[in-house]
């Protein structure tokens, strides 16, 4: 059974840093990796998608990569902003089935 | 496009009531999942389907039934609500199932008593 894992649970840095967002999985058969965004009291909005065969996709600030082999990937916010508080959510699309598995999110503080 | 609606944003229901969870997209989505979020427990998949008349279960079902007439659709059914159905409940849809962005909607808060 996939297992994805968030660590740290929350995480709270001063205004203009960059900043690392982490995500581990147990099972490497993956179709993709999913980065969400979630805002209190909010549905979730996705931030990047990274299939199986890529490393890395940038939109932005954001910067996330996969290494499937070793089952981890990073969210990276660059020059980090209030606006990025939000709670942060990985998810994993495995091969043979139709589900996501999510983990349970870092909760994101920028501090001003 | 709308993307994503879920009707109604907040329910209070009484213990063995039933009632149902609206979903709906505009985008042409084949699949459709719906999850419930719960403190410590993170989003878990209650159940999915990859296209009209077509549903599976997902990792928590019981209590829930689902159907497909549409692909615009995918209504939640909550057959007898047990105070253990007080969640965030969210739907979402994506094209096909694999390598497409998932998109959520805005989410159903329930409280049973």
């Known amino acids: 059974k996939q297992e994805v894992t968030q660590i740290p649970a929350a995480l709270s840095v001063p205004e203009g840093e960059n900043l690392v967002l982490n995500c581990s999985f147990t099972d490497s058969a993956i179709y993709n990796l999913q980065w969400f965004r979630q805002d209190p009291g909010k549905g979730l909005t996705s931030l990047l998608l990274?299939?199986?065969?890529?490393r890395e996709q940038t939109s932005g600030r954001l910067n996330a990569s996969l290494d499937k082999s070793s089952g981890r990937s990073t969210l990276y916010i660059a020059a980090s902003q209030p606006g990025d508080s939000a709670t942060y959510l990985c998810?994993?699309?495995?091969?043979?089935?139709?589900?996501?598995?999510f983990g349970t999110g870092t909760r994101l503080t920028i501090i001003p | 496009n709308a993307g994503v609606t879920q009707t109604p944003k907040f329910q209070v229901l009484k213990t063995g009531q039933s009632m149902t969870l609206q979903c709906a997209q505009d985008m042409n989505h084949e699949y459709m999942s719906w999850y419930r979020q719960d403190p410590g427990m993170g989003l878990r998949l209650i159940h999915y389907?990859?296209?009209?008349?077509?549903?599976d279960q997902g990792e928590v079902p019981n209590g829930y039934n689902v159907s497909r007439s549409t692909t615009e659709d995918f209504p939640l059914r909550l057959l007898s609500a047990a105070p253990s159905q007080t969640s965030v409940y969210f739907c979402?849809?994506?094209?096909?199932?694999?390598?497409?962005?998932?998109?959520f909607g805005p989410g159903t808060r329930l409280t049973v008593t």
């Open positions: 389907s990859v296209g009209a008349g077509i549903t």
């Open positions: 979402a849809s994506s094209y096909q199932v694999d390598n497409y962005e998932q998109y």
């Open positions: 998810a994993v699309l495995n091969f043979g089935n139709e589900k996501l598995t």
């Open positions: 990274i299939q199986s065969s890529q």
